[in-house]
């Protein structure tokens, strides 16, 4: 791994490893259902909409409509695709890709 998260712990190695063998949508449901709440699911998920939000230049107030994040939900999501760790901007990445080859 070429990238150094000041994260990195062997249980966390271990819960990574987990998520990349789940290997279709009904595997994803199963195992995040059992691992999180539904509200810890809804505000990752509730995230992930914000930053696409954002990397598509909406504003904060058409953001907090749209998914109603707080204002400082959003700013801190902001400052991630700032000057984070790169992880939403190659997710997004890679779900517009995907969707193109459709």
């Known amino acids: 791994m070429s990238y150094d998260s000041k994260f990195k712990r062997d249980d966390i190695d271990e819960l990574f490893e987990a998520v990349l063998t789940l290997k279709d949508q009904e595997d994803c ?3 995040f259902e059992d691992i999180c709440t539904i509200n810890e699911i809804h ?7 914000v930053a696409k939000l954002l990397s598509e230049k909406k504003t904060y107030s058409e953001i907090e409509a749209a998914t109603k994040a707080s204002t400082a939900t959003i700013s ?5 695709l700032v000057y984070g760790a790169d992880g939403y901007t190659r ?3 890679r779900l517009a890709e995907k969707k193109n080859e459709e």
Not at 76 to 80: D, G, L, Q, S, T
């Open 91 to 93: 997710v997004l990445e």
């Open 43 to 49: 505000s990752i998920a509730q995230r992930l909409q």
């Open 76 to 80: 801190r999501i902001n400052k991630c």
């Open 29 to 31: 449901y199963r195992f």
